[in-house]
């Protein structure tokens, strides 16, 4: 449930204890990760281009044609590991955040039952030959993705909106004279 609970654990583990992490928000600590010997992995909710905690948001301001679902080795920088594996599908014109999110949730657990009877083994995966996008998805380039200029103009204003609405956690804004104004709907 949180970094404590996961320290106790990884604490009491036996040397070698392989840790997953699926479709979490957490963070796992470097300390652990060393504690652990074993290789950790993690099955991340977007496809290799949109490292960080909110990808589905950008995958939609970017209007990306295709999006799935990426497996790789934990280390301390998140979402940074080497990549042992990815799926993505096809996104149509006009999906939405519910739509992206649903078909990625299910592209991880595809994911995960192809490379499950590699995990049960002690080897370690190998990495494929994929790399990390550059932007990361973060909560601060969430924040200034919602962040509305004054003289937005209207194309930019509905790709925005398209990529923030039904985002949780997130919501369009304008500040004017030192007042925040957000968008409903």
Do not use: K
Request: glycine fraction near 8%.
């Amino acid at each position: 449930p949180d970094a404590a609970a996961l320290a106790a654990h990884a604490a009491s583990a036996a040397p070698g204890t392989r840790l997953i992490a699926f479709c979490t928000g957490s963070v796992v600590p470097a300390a652990v990760l060393e504690r652990l010997g074993a290789p950790a992995y993690n099955f991340h909710p977007a496809s290799p281009a949109y490292p960080g905690r909110h990808p589905v948001p950008f995958a939609l301001y970017d209007g990306a044609e295709r999006f799935g679902a990426t497996a790789h080795v934990m280390v301390e920088r998140v979402d940074s590991g080497p990549i042992v594996g990815a799926v993505e599908f096809a996104v149509p014109p006009g999906a939405d955040h519910g739509w992206l999110a649903e078909r990625t949730y299910r592209a991880t657990v595809r994911l995960f039952l192809a490379l499950a009877p590699a995990l049960a083994r002690p080897e370690p995966l190998n990495p494929v030959a994929l790399s990390w996008g550059p932007r990361r998805c973060t909560q601060r380039a969430l924040d200034a993705l919602c962040a509305l200029p004054p003289d937005i103009d209207p194309a930019e204003l509905e790709r925005r909106a398209r990529a923030i609405r039904a985002a949780p956690d997130a919501r369009l804004h304008l500040t004017l004279h030192g007042r925040r104004f957000e968008m409903a709907g």
